[in-house]
C-alpha cells in the first residue's frame, strides 16, 4: 500500500479520527466510535487502515521537559567545510543516538542543519557543545541560540477540511 496516499481521500470520520487523537492519544477505540457515532468495529478498521497507511506514525505522551529538569532548549545551526565527503552522511548517522537532540533537519540557507537540543542547565550544554559537536569531523560552524521563553510548542499537524481548509 502506498503511503503518500492523497489526503483528498481521507472522508470526514477519518479526520475526525486524526484530530481526536492528535487531542488525546488514549483514547480507546469505544470512546473513539462513540464520538463518530460509529460501531466499535468499523471504527477500529478505520483506525488500523490509518496506522497501516502511515497516517498515524506513533502513540506518545507529550512530557513536560521543565518538570524533567531540561531547562536549557538551544537551536543549533550547523555547517560543514565540505559537503562532498561522507562527514555530513557520518553526522547524520551518529546524532540519532543522542537523545537530547529533539530534532535535527537538514536545511537550505546559511547553515547546513538546525537542531533542537534540551540540557539540564548551560553546563550540561556546554559538554553537550564540547563533547559531542565539537569532536564530529568536518564540522565548519557551530550557532546557538537559546529559547528565552516557549511561545508556542506542539506536534499537532492541523488536518485539513475536506474543501482543503485548515482547523
Not at 40 to 52: F, G
Not at 92 to 120: F, M, N, P, R
Not at 128 to 144: A, Y
Request: hydrophobic share 35%; proline share 4%.
Amino acid at each position: 500500500m502506498s503511503t503518500n496516499k492523497p489526503k483528498d481521500e481521507l472522508d470526514a470520520a477519518d479526520r475526525t479520527i486524526l484530530r481526536l487523537l492528535q487531542q488525546d492519544g488514549t483514547l480507546s477505540n469505544p470512546k473513539l466510535a462513540e464520538q463518530l457515532s460509529l460501531s466499535v468495529t468499523p471504527c477500529w478498521r478505520r483506525l488500523k487502515r490509518l496506522e497501516d497507511e502511515g497516517y498515524i506514525r506513533d502513540y506518545q505522551a507529550n512530557l513536560d521537559r521543565r518538570k524533567l529538569g531540561y531547562d536549557v532548549l538551544a537551536f543549533v545551526s550547523l555547517s560543514f567545510s565540505v559537503h562532498a565527503d561522507e562527514a555530513p552522511n557520518r553526522f547524520e548517522a551518529a546524532i540519532q543516538h543522542h537523545a537530547q537532540v529533539l530534532s535535527c533537519h537538514k536545511i537550505t540557507g546559511t547553515a547546513d542543519y538546525l537542531l533542537q537540543v534540551v540540557a539540564h542547565n548551560l553546563d550540561g550544554y556546554s559538554d553537550f557543545i564540547e563533547n559531542v559537536l565539537r569532536k564530529m569531523p568536518g564540522i565548519h560552524s557551530i550557532q546557538s541560540s537559546l529559547a528565552l521563553r516557549e511561545i508556542k510548542a506542539t506536534t499537532r499537524l492541523p488536518v485539513p477540511d475536506g474543501d482543503g481548509g485548515r482547523r
